[in-house]
């Protein structure tokens, strides 16, 4: 079974603030993404990631930086914490395109910025 | 952009009783998009429930089956006799392998299943 872990699982954070959150694979896969939900939405894009020391935006980067140093890690950072960014994050990783297309998803970060 | 629809917030029903979960897509490509289920128990992380890739299709698991109806752009999800187990939240996503480097999954807001006994 593949593994995704998440670290912190949850964190209070203060308005202005930097928070990085971690996130760590075992499954040998080349792709990594990073979404958010917020209360009554789906899951949507913020950073992903297809090799080591490289990261593209999804559809909402604004306020997020993502870092890769090895296939299997990916962090992301909130350098300016917001009260907007209060929301679950979400860690997932899956091989790479034109092989098996299932994302395998951490437990989740709940971040609340107070 | 492509996007996908789940009308229901918020699901309650008895247990042995059947449950549909309605899904539909939009997908801005000519091509067909591949169609998931996922699945979130209380304190996990959504794991894969079951998916289709070709259109008219049907995928199962766990008891779960949904039929991929590109007419409708529809993918509900039915059980025919849930378990106070099946309690979680239901997600319905599409993917695009058309080309991109992304590979990213477009979720619904997500449909939060409640079995009473």
């Known amino acids: 079974e593949a593994a995704v872990t998440q670290s912190p699982r949850s964190k209070v954070a203060v308005t202005g603030g930097k928070v990085t959150l971690s996130c760590h694979q075992t499954?040998?896969?080349?792709?990594m993404y990073w979404y958010r939900q917020d209360t009554g939405h789906g899951l949507r894009l913020i950073h992903y990631s297809y090799v080591a020391d490289s990261t593209e935006k999804g559809d909402i980067p604004d306020g997020y930086k993502a870092s890769r140093p090895s296939q299997e890690n990916f962090s992301l950072i909130l350098e300016l914490a917001s009260l907007s960014q209060t929301a679950v994050y979400f860690c997932?990783?899956?091989?790479?395109?034109?092989?098996?297309?299932?994302?395998?998803f951490g437990p989740g970060t709940r971040l609340l910025v107070l | 952009g492509d996007s996908v629809t789940q009308t229901e917030g918020q699901v309650t029903v008895s247990e042995s009783k059947s449950l549909i979960i309605n899904c539909t897509y939009s997908a801005t490509s000519i091509a067909y998009p591949n169609l998931f289920w996922y699945v979130r128990y209380p304190g996990e992380g959504l794991q894969l429930l079951l998916k289709?890739?070709?259109?008219?299709q049907k995928g199962s698991s766990r008891g779960f089956e949904a039929t991929y109806n590109k007419e409708t752009t529809s993918f509900h999800l039915q059980k025919a006799s849930v378990q106070e187990s099946d309690s979680a939240v239901y997600y319905c996503a599409l993917s695009m392998n058309t080309g991109g480097l992304s590979g990213k999954l477009t979720f619904g807001e997500g449909t939060q299943v409640t079995v009473i006994s």
């Open positions: 499954n040998n896969h080349d792709y």
């Open positions: 997932a990783s899956r091989a790479g395109l034109g092989g098996e297309d299932t994302q395998y």
């Open positions: 289709v890739i070709t259109a008219g």
